[in-house]
């Protein structure tokens, strides 16, 4: 996270946008994932890519406007529930105003939790039409991608899961869903029922201006190569004039309202 000296005009400089895209990784309470890959590990896999910036911000960078400066927003794997009441309301109102008026999300298994619709005790953002289940397991299973802003055709890919959110529609027409778990797969490597066989592993929405990406499984690491992660943050990011004109990062599937 940032320094007490924390100043977000100078961290993301305005004229940076204009050849990066800005993205803060969100780096406080519930960022850390049962397999210890953190927000720098994020932050590593994303400035592999010479296109993007990244910098760690905290609930207090937020609250001090670090995403006002920023194109994108990634919410890594951990505790949805630790990241949604350390936010607090303010720091969520603040994550809701970014993404309304424009700014991207990337939501990566804890990440993709927090993006949904709140209920009971999880505060949750809300930000796409989507609830969420919780679900156990570790495993690498096979995924069902249909061409989409990420892959240029249908195919099939392993990634890795580690307990990401069951993801059921609320509204079939404001959401997509450009990859599933492939309902071919019946058990995991323990022999148990997989639960998320033909469910929506990774899913795309808008809030207002902005555009939102959210996985269930960890695409950002292997057995991916990281690429669909990077082309994600992106896509979210819906301004850079780089992607308005890239064709293979074009919205074609996806309704923008």
């Not at 519930?30 to 590593?44: C, N, Y």
Request: charged content about 20%; glycine content about 10%.
């Amino acid at each position: 996270m940032l320094a007490d000296s924390f100043n977000a005009a100078t961290v993301f400089p305005e004229e940076s946008g204009q050849d990066c895209i800005r993205v803060a990784v969100y780096d406080d309470k519930g960022a850390i994932s049962s397999s210890g890959h953190g927000p720098a590990w994020l932050q590593a896999q994303l400035v592999a890519d010479t296109k993007l910036m990244a910098q760690l911000v905290s609930r207090e960078d937020i609250l001090q406007g670090a995403l006002n400066h920023a194109d994108v927003l990634v919410v890594g794997g951990g505790h949805s529930n630790s990241q949604a009441k350390h936010l607090g309301e303010s720091g969520r109102a603040a994550v809701q105003d970014f993404v309304r008026a424009g700014g991207g999300y990337v939501g990566i298994c804890a990440g993709a939790f927090l993006a949904t619709q709140p209920k009971d005790k999880y505060p949750y953002l809300g930000l796409m039409k989507v609830k969420s289940n919780g679900n156990s397991g570790s495993f690498v299973t096979p995924l069902q991608w249909s061409r989409c802003p990420l892959v240029e055709s249908d195919t099939k890919e392993d990634a890795k899961y580690s307990g990401g959110p069951k993801l059921t529609l609320l509204d079939p027409t404001s959401v997509t869903v450009w990859a599933s778990f492939d309902a071919a797969t019946k058990t995991d490597p323990k022999g148990k029922a997989f639960r998320l066989s033909g469910t929506p592993a990774v899913v795309a929405s808008n809030y207002g201006q902005g555009r939102l990406v959210c996985f269930s499984p960890h695409c950002e690491r292997r057995p991916t190569d990281g690429s669909v992660f990077q082309k994600a943050v992106r896509w979210v990011a819906a301004a850079a004039p780089s992607e308005a004109n890239d064709s293979s990062l074009s919205a074609t599937n996806l309704p923008l309202k």
